[in-house]
């Protein structure tokens, strides 16, 4: 029987922030009345990640998808949710810096009338506990509005990442979902706005990690070039 929730995690050389966030999850999980599996996607790193992500998921329900090299966090979000099983799936950042506890929230709103809730740090009601930087969060919102402009509109935080999707939902995008990079989240709400699905932005709690994995110049300016292709590169596509 699939499970209940999918929980996606992202990782490149995460060995040292990953054992506090499976804990975490798994302190959660174990918790509810739901069955779950948590899928630990590989992004080709050089360290212990995916041998750790092993030892601590044995007797529970899990996978850990390894790619061969490092591709990007779009690809390791791909890999993982075309892998998922569950009736919904979350992906999340591999330091939780939005608390997994925040998916229950999540999920009422997926088994009514919505069939995505992406988590955002931009909301009146949003919680911000641990800042980023001024440089980090004056990109942060630049970078939205760009994506407003190019991509998606109506979405105030594309990428904080924490979002949760019916499970066909999910598959059925990433699917058609190409980018391999940071920009994959404007990528996936366009085509989702595309499709004409219901998405539901949802404030959260955030918690600043201060071990980024953005670069804080070469990553802006590929990110900037691929929201001018999402459009293009998606011109055709069918659902």
């Known amino acids: 029987m699939a499970p209940?929730?999918?929980?996606?995690?992202?990782?490149?050389?995460?060995?040292?922030?990953?054992?506090?966030?499976l804990k975490s999850a798994l302190d959660f999980l174990k918790r509810q009345p739901?069955?779950?599996?948590?899928?630990?996607s590989d992004d080709g790193s050089s360290d212990g990640t995916a041998r750790l992500a092993r030892e601590m998921l044995q007797g529970y329900p899990h996978q850990v998808l390894v790619a061969p090299a490092n591709r990007g966090k779009g690809h390791a979000v791909r890999q993982g949710i075309?892998?998922?099983?569950?009736?919904?799936?979350?992906?999340?950042?591999?330091?939780?810096?939005?608390?997994?506890?925040?998916?229950?929230?999540?999920?009422?709103?997926?088994?009514?009338?919505?069939?995505i809730v992406i988590g955002s740090r931009a909301l009146p009601d949003s919680k911000i506990e641990i800042h980023q930087n001024l440089l980090r969060e004056t990109m942060g919102r630049t970078f939205n509005?760009?994506?407003?402009?190019?991509?998606?509109?109506d979405?105030?935080?594309?990428?904080?990442?924490?979002?949760?999707?019916?499970?066909?939902?999910a598959r059925n995008l990433f699917s058609r979902q190409r980018?391999?990079?940071?920009?994959?989240?404007?990528e996936v709400i366009f085509l989702a706005q595309k499709k004409g699905y219901r998405i539901r932005e949802?404030?959260?709690?955030?918690?600043?990690?201060a071990q980024s994995r953005v670069r804080l110049l070469a990553d802006p300016l590929q990110?900037?070039?691929?929201?001018?292709?999402?459009?293009?590169?998606?011109?055709?596509?069918?659902f």
């Open 82 to 115: 075309l892998a998922a099983e569950g009736q919904y799936v979350l992906h999340s950042d591999a330091d939780f810096s939005t608390p997994i506890e925040e998916v229950s929230r999540f999920l009422k709103y997926l088994e009514n009338d919505f069939d």
């Open 202 to 209: 949802e404030p959260v709690i955030w918690r600043n990690s």
């Open 155 to 169: 979405i105030h935080d594309s990428q904080c990442g924490f979002k949760c999707f019916r499970g066909e939902v």
């Open 34 to 40: 739901y069955s779950w599996e948590i899928i630990v």
């Open 179 to 186: 980018l391999n990079g940071f920009s994959f989240d404007p």
């Open 4 to 21: 209940y929730l999918s929980v996606i995690i992202p990782a490149y050389n995460e060995e040292k922030r990953l054992p506090e966030s």
């Open 223 to 238: 990110m900037f070039g691929d929201l001018l292709k999402i459009r293009a590169m998606h011109r055709d596509t069918q």
């Open 145 to 153: 509005l760009l994506a407003r402009a190019f991509s998606f509109h």
